[in-house]
């Protein structure tokens, strides 16, 4: 089974900047998920899908984020203009339903540098 | 949302001695609490989970126990290894994550 796919893997943008992640969940996976892991930190919820509608996105700064999941596939995620704060690995990860309690698969991450 | 607090952030054994890390929620509704483990420059990867119908899991060395009166879990981890060594993650089940305890196994 192939798993979460993520792209790019690194970016390196300055501030001001615009800058998107693509996510490609694994097939029939119902929901997926954006986190955000500044270094040295836990990974914090961004927003969650369930197929093409958004169940939680408390904690995107919508001022500057945007995400979309058309056709309940593939996502991204978009930061514009980005500040130096959003330097971190922007994981994306899917579960197979929605409820919380099915296991995560996580891609491999985007390392995004704001100089 | 869930709030979940996890300790210690750091924690240091010798080879073959005992780990625990312990984590609290605040939302009662939460039923599945998963553990992951993450290697320098990796994903997190998901090595233990429990759901709320049961008190106690073990795989191996490996297992995780649930207070859900007292909301609290935690990750045992019995004859570590410096394999061992990685930062491990607590969750609950809105799927936000604990801050993480670095765990050190010494040779």
Redesign the interface.
Same mark, same amino acid.
């Given at each position: 089974e192939a798993g979460v796919a993520q792209s790019p893997r690194y970016k390196i943008i300055e501030k001001r900047q615009s800058v998107a992640f693509w996510c490609n969940p694994i097939s029939g996976h119902a929901t997926l998920?954006w986190?955000q892991q500044i270094l040295g930190?836990?990974?914090? &919820?961004l927003i969650?899908f369930q197929n093409n509608g958004v169940v939680?996105d +408390?904690?995107l700064p919508k001022d500057r984020f945007s995400a979309e999941r058309l056709k309940g596939v593939d996502s991204t995620l978009k930061i514009q203009p980005a500040k130096l704060e959003d330097s971190a690995v922007y994981?994306c990860a899917s579960s197979l339903t929605y409820?919380?309690?099915d296991?995560?698969y *996580?891609?491999?991450?985007t390392r995004l540098t704001v100089l | 949302?869930e709030n979940v607090e996890?300790h210690p952030s750091t924690l240091s054994v010798q080879e073959g001695d005992s780990a625990v890390i312990k984590c609290t929620y605040s939302d009662s509704a +939460?039923?599945?609490f998963?553990w992951y483990k993450q290697e320098l420059g990796k994903?997190?990867? &998901?090595i233990i989970?429990i759901?709320s119908n049961v008190g106690e899991k073990k795989d191996q060395r490996i297992a995780v126990t649930l207070n859900k009166t007292a909301k609290h879990f935690s990750l045992h981890i019995t004859e570590t290894q410096p394999e061992d060594s990685a930062v491990y *993650?607590c969750a609950?089940?809105?799927?936000? *994550?604990?801050?993480?305890t670095r765990l050190t196994v010494k040779p």
């Open positions: 998920y986190y930190q836990g990974p914090k &919820l969650q939680d +408390s904690q994981l409820g919380g309690t296991t995560q *996580f891609g491999p991450g | 949302g996890q +939460s039923n599945y998963p994903r997190p990867q &998901l989970d759901r *993650f609950a089940s809105d799927m936000r *994550f604990g801050a993480g």
